[in-house]
């Protein structure tokens, strides 16, 4: 998995995004820019050049307004095999557009 993960940081960072480095798990949590929610994150992710499924983290901690901005983070799980890995984690590079 640290593949993968050296992956997706790499494809979040190309994008413009903060660096988000987790040490060991099966995901991938990315902190979205400022001004940006997760959810917003979440949903850009979703864009049919991407397809990318996160979870924001909103979703996790009920209202988001209770919460500080340390809290908006999108988790990407890292099981698809390593050819959809490196699709996606491309199609980010190259499409993820925030704003």
Do not use: C
Not at 16 to 22: I, K, N, T, W
Not at 36 to 54: P, R
């Amino acid at each position: 998995y640290r593949r993968r993960r050296d992956l997706f940081v790499s494809a979040f960072e190309s994008a413009g995004l903060p660096r988000s480095e987790p040490e060991a798990s099966l995901y991938v949590w990315q902190r979205a820019p400022e001004g940006v929610t997760s959810t917003e994150l979440a949903e850009a992710l979703l864009d049919e050049k991407i397809l990318a499924v996160t979870i924001p983290s909103a979703a996790l901690i009920g209202d988001p307004s209770q919460h500080g901005p340390e809290e908006q983070y999108v988790r990407l799980s890292m099981v698809a095999n390593w050819d959809e890995s490196e699709q996606i984690a491309t199609a980010i590079a190259e499409h993820l557009k925030l704003g």
